[in-house]
């Protein structure tokens, strides 16, 4: 039982480049979370899924895009990088959107972009 | 969402407990509050969750206050491993978490 599980953990990437955040989990969730940290900030939710093919905005959707396809994976995309996007990407998921149980965080995606 | 104001940061001493406190004055009946937690460089992990009573699991205790304006973590006997960015949230029974910024605990040996 892997978890929540994302590609790749390091990724350097030149303005204007875009990139896919892979994310899958293997627990059979529905929910799945996309957040981004900043240095000694908390944490801040960009896109989540409620099951697949539906997708809704977060906090801080700007310069990103989802799908939900299958119910393992919940990918990120980056179109056009910009420095404003460096920071940690972690995915998450949970059993349902009813937030008496618990979400299960992966390791997270530093993405710096120069 | 329903605002929480947690410390920016607490110390302690190994084996000594930790009370991290939570305001959340304009909770709703139907907000949960959940605590989670960062170890440096790791994801987010689940800590513990209520909504009335107070809870205790293998990590930790919740107290709420009777008022649900307020609670409490409690880390009975803590360890280095438990130094982390504690955060307190509160969500409506929707499908998302917001984060604060949490309280960074220190532990010392």
């Known amino acids: 039982n892997a978890g929540v599980t994302q590609t790749p953990k390091f990724r350097i990437l030149k303005i204007g480049q875009s990139m896919t955040l892979q994310c899958t989990q293997d627990m059979n969730h529905n929910y799945m979370y996309w957040y981004r940290q900043d240095p000694g900030m908390g944490l801040k939710l960009i896109y989540y899924?409620?099951?697949?093919?539906?997708?809704d905005k977060g906090e801080v959707p700007n310069g990103y895009n989802v799908s939900r396809s299958t119910t393992e994976d919940f990918p990120l995309r980056l179109e056009l990088a910009a420095p404003s996007q460096t920071s940690v990407y972690f995915c998450?998921?949970?059993?349902?959107?009813?937030?008496?149980?618990?979400?299960?965080f992966g390791q997270g995606t530093r993405l710096t972009v120069v | 969402d329903a605002k929480t104001t947690q410390p920016n940061s607490m110390e302690s001493n190994e084996e000594e407990p930790v009370h991290l406190p939570c305001n959340h004055s304009?909770?709703?009946?139907?907000?949960?509050i959940h605590w989670y937690r960062q170890l440096p460089s790791q994801g987010p992990e689940y800590v513990i969750h209520g909504l009335t009573s107070n809870v205790n699991n293998r990590m930790a205790s919740l107290a709420i206050a009777e008022d649900r304006k307020s609670s409490t973590l409690i880390l009975h006997r803590a360890t280095l491993r438990d130094a982390a960015v504690y955060y307190c949230i509160l969500s409506r029974n929707t499908d998302k978490l917001i984060f604060g910024t949490g309280t960074r605990l220190q532990v010392f040996p």
């Open positions: 304009t909770i709703s009946g139907t907000d949960y």
């Open positions: 899924s409620v099951g697949a093919g539906i997708t």
């Open positions: 998450a998921s949970s059993y349902s959107g009813e937030m008496n149980t618990e979400a299960f």
